[in-house]
């Protein structure tokens, strides 16, 4: 008995391509780590090799066989599950040149047991799921792990099953396994091993001590570093192996192309090892054969790093939904031909933030010719630069030009970080006097929990906050916009030594919105 369930545990590789889900099957969600699936007391535990991460891959389970166990458990009878027999005993019958039932099946398959017969058990298990992948299985997405990060598929069917990890990869190996449950054995501890490679990419938040993880915010222009993470693949068997970073960036970033780092293990890696290819979308690091580096093996680390900014596209763009960057990993994927494989994206993303300023005085009246500079420092020695563009003021990296109210006393400031700046009023509107205080501008984001999980269009900035002297403003949160109104009072005399000749007046009601939205739509 031992024996045969020994058979049946083992990992083994097969060459995938990704598959729809079809009307038939039932697609359930691991959260936590956990799905429950209300058929049995068996359970399947999966583990993820070498710590890869399983948030967010998908599994197609079949269950090829029933399991019944004799009551003293001395003696297991299998029955072949209808949906998956008549192909199955329609390969095992083309192999034995003869009809089969299903006791042919399991005697073909456990004369497969021993060492010389490998090969041959790997490619029946292979024709087996290439004929089946398209009958009904389990779709099985892991939305969250548990703590260990490994998954439970539980309240399971006692049987013999067949697992296929099915995420968005092309033309590669996958992770599958044969694994039985039956009630001597109730609980399966299997690995699921991708023998792919893959990639992990990683922006850098230097605000919080944050670090690297997979979102943040940044002022345009500002350098934002990033990051790939990869290891060396199994390469044993290949002649040459073809590896390949493919990057894709939002139109609104932009790469520093003389920033490229790349590090295998201990050493860099020299240009001239690979070839760097601008694309329409962002770039490519090429090895046409990454056997030809020196000095390294299976496992070792690879590390891509480069800076990259937002640039002033990204003014008129500006949303909570962010400027995402991503790669993906194009490689040799069979010793016996050319054949390329892909690694499914992994995604990054970058916020900045808008403020919408208001002029005026306290009858409302808008103020036209308020003249402005901004500061990230109290002292006003570290000057945020702005340069002047058809939707407004943007940052820049450039020369500085002052921020001055509209006829409308309107000004837009396009590409903030978070943290707290200062708005200094330099010149006033014609009759008024000038603030003797910098406006105290303050913005606070807030992130999802969970900083290392970001998937494509998905949520990372949750909410925008911001305020003035601990007043909160009003902010558009879909459009990452802040509403600011400044108020002049007419007939002021000049103020004692430590006051406000003049009152910054922070708007809480409706009217700010009601322009922040206005100006939006205008755009």
Not at 304 to 323: D, H, M, Q, V
Not at 330 to 346: A, L
Not at 362 to 368: A, I, Q
Not at 452 to 459: A, E, K, M, P, T
């Amino acid at each position: 008995m031992k024996k045969r369930n020994l058979i049946y545990t083992g990992l083994l590789m097969l060459s995938l391509v990704t598959t729809p889900v079809y009307a038939q099957d039932k697609r359930v969600e691991v959260t936590n780590g956990v799905c429950m699936l209300e058929e049995g007391s068996a359970s399947i535990v999966i583990q993820a090799h070498d710590n890869q991460p399983m948030n967010g891959k998908t599994f197609r389970m079949y269950k090829l066989f029933d399991a019944e166990n004799s009551s003293d458990n001395a003696s297991t009878s299998y029955t072949l599950n209808p949906v998956y027999a008549y192909k199955i005993k329609q390969i095992v019958s083309t192999k034995l040149n003869r009809s089969v039932d299903d006791q042919d099946v399991l005697d073909y398959m456990r004369s497969l047991n021993n060492s010389n017969n490998q090969s041959e058990y790997r490619q029946f298990i292979e024709q087996v799921q290439n004929a089946i992948m398209n009958l009904d299985s389990y779709i099985i997405h892991v939305e969250s792990t548990d703590v260990n990060g490994n998954i439970v598929i539980d309240k399971l069917a006692y049987g013999f099953y067949l697992i296929d990890e099915v995420t968005n990869v092309i033309n590669t190996h996958g992770a599958s396994s044969l694994t039985m449950v039956n009630t001597a054995s109730p609980k399966v501890v299997m690995q699921i091993k991708s023998d792919y490679p893959s990639v992990e990419k990683k922006v850098y938040e230097d605000d919080n001590s944050i670090g690297w993880n997979d979102m943040g915010d940044f002022e345009i222009n500002q350098d934002i570093p990033f990051k790939y993470v990869s290891k060396v693949p199994d390469m044993s068997g290949y002649k040459t192996y073809f590896f390949e970073f493919e990057d894709e960036m939002d139109p609104c970033l932009s790469l520093r192309a003389d920033s490229v780092r790349l590090k295998i293990k201990d050493q860099f890696v020299v240009q001239n090892k690979y070839t760097y290819t601008a694309t329409d979308r962002g770039f490519k690091i090429t090895f046409t054969d990454l056997k030809q580096i020196p000095n390294i093996n299976k496992g070792d680390s690879i590390v891509l790093s480069y800076t990259a900014y937002l640039n002033e596209n990204a003014a008129p763009k500006i949303s909570k939904r962010g400027f995402e960057n991503k790669v993906r990993v194009n490689f040799s994927n069979d010793p016996q031909n050319e054949s390329k494989g892909q690694s499914p994206w992994d995604c990054v993303v970058c916020y900045t933030y808008q403020l919408n300023g208001l002029k005026s005085n306290e009858k409302n009246v808008k103020l036209k010719g308020a003249t402005f500079k901004m500061y990230r420092d109290a002292a006003m020695r570290d000057q945020v630069k702005m340069k002047k563009t058809d939707s407004g003021y943007v940052v820049t990296d450039g020369q500085s030009e002052d921020i001055v109210s509209n006829a409308n006393g309107e000004f837009e400031i396009y590409g903030l970080d978070q943290g707290t700046y200062y708005l200094k009023e330099t010149k006033a509107p014609a009759g008024y006097q000038l603030l003797q205080k910098p406006i105290e501008l303050t913005i606070s984001p807030k992130f999802v929990e969970n900083r290392n999980n970001y998937r494509s269009n998905g949520d990372g900035l949750l909410k925008l906050e911001a305020s003035s002297f601990n007043t909160p403003l009003n902010v558009s949160q879909s459009d990452a916009i802040i509403g600011l109104k400044v108020i002049n009072k007419t007939g002021t005399k000049l103020p004692v030594t430590g006051s406000f000749g003049t009152v910054l007046c922070v708007v809480t009601g409706a009217g700010i919105m009601v322009y922040v939205c206005k100006k939006k739509r205008e755009e």
